[in-house]
């Protein structure tokens, strides 16, 4: 079945550090590919989508290339902030899974000022 | 626009008793799901409803686990009689259309003990 893995955390940068957490997934269909932020005492919000490959989702200076090459979808920003503090999660929905959202284990970030 | 909540925002309960949780979705968003986050592992899909009917419970553990969406509105999930393992965040999701994104309510954090 579809699956998600990506880097295991907690992942600690200084301020203005370059990001990177890594995603890949393995599925049978053209999945749809997400990055949900969890901030401290927040729900899930969705950062960034692509539907398919080489689209690129972008979203509040954050970056991920669909790559299905690599069926890799990773999360990248050029120079982090104390605020980016949270919890990240890789996920992807396609018609094998009846979209429900097929998840990653989730990578908390720690970004110190 | 309000989003999409969830009642209560905490629960602490002693193994063998019962807890409901409720999840409002955005009005007018068909599709609910709910999902849950158990120590610290990745986020698991439970069920999805469309309207009032059930499209997918393959996710729920086991009969311990009951779920209701009475009128096509918002929805509960019982669970009876409550074990350690279910210890988790649940989480409540709609949407508008099955494949397009899910917004998420904060979630419930259940404590049993």
């Known amino acids: 079945g579809d699956s998600v893995t990506q880097m295991e955390g907690p992942v600690t940068l200084s301020e203005e550090a370059f990001l990177t957490i890594n995603c890949t997934y393995t599925?049978?269909?053209?999945?749809?590919l997400f990055w949900y932020v969890q901030y401290p005492g927040e729900g899930l919000q969705l950062l960034l989508k692509a539907t398919k490959a080489d689209d690129k989702g972008s979203n509040k200076g954050f970056e991920a290339t669909y790559r299905k090459e690599t069926t890799s979808f990773h999360l990248e920003k050029g120079s982090v902030q104390v605020s980016d503090s949270a919890v990240y999660f890789c996920?992807?929905?396609?018609?094998?899974?009846?979209?429900?959202?097929?998840w990653g284990a989730g990578t908390k970030l720690i970004i110190k000022p | 626009e309000a989003g999409v909540t969830q009642f209560p925002s905490h629960s602490v309960i002693e193994k063998g008793q019962t807890v409901t949780l409720r999840c409002d979705p955005i009005?007018?968003?068909?599709?609910l799901y709910w999902y849950r986050r158990v120590m610290g592992k990745e986020i698991k899909f439970l069920l999805h409803f469309v309207k009032e009917s059930k499209q997918d419970e393959s996710g729920m553990p086991n009969n311990r686990f009951l779920a209701e969406r009475t009128g096509g509105t918002y929805s509960t999930l019982k669970v009876q009689p409550a074990e350690l393992e279910d210890s988790g965040v649940y989480f409540c999701?709609?949407?508008?259309?099955?494949?397009?994104?899910?917004?998420f309510g904060p979630g419930t954090r259940l404590t049993v003990l």
């Open positions: 999701a709609s949407s508008q259309v099955n494949y397009n994104e899910q917004f």
């Open positions: 996920a992807l929905s396609d018609f094998d899974s009846n979209y429900q959202l097929i």
């Open positions: 599925a049978t269909g053209y999945p749809s």
């Open positions: 009005s007018g968003h068909d599709n």
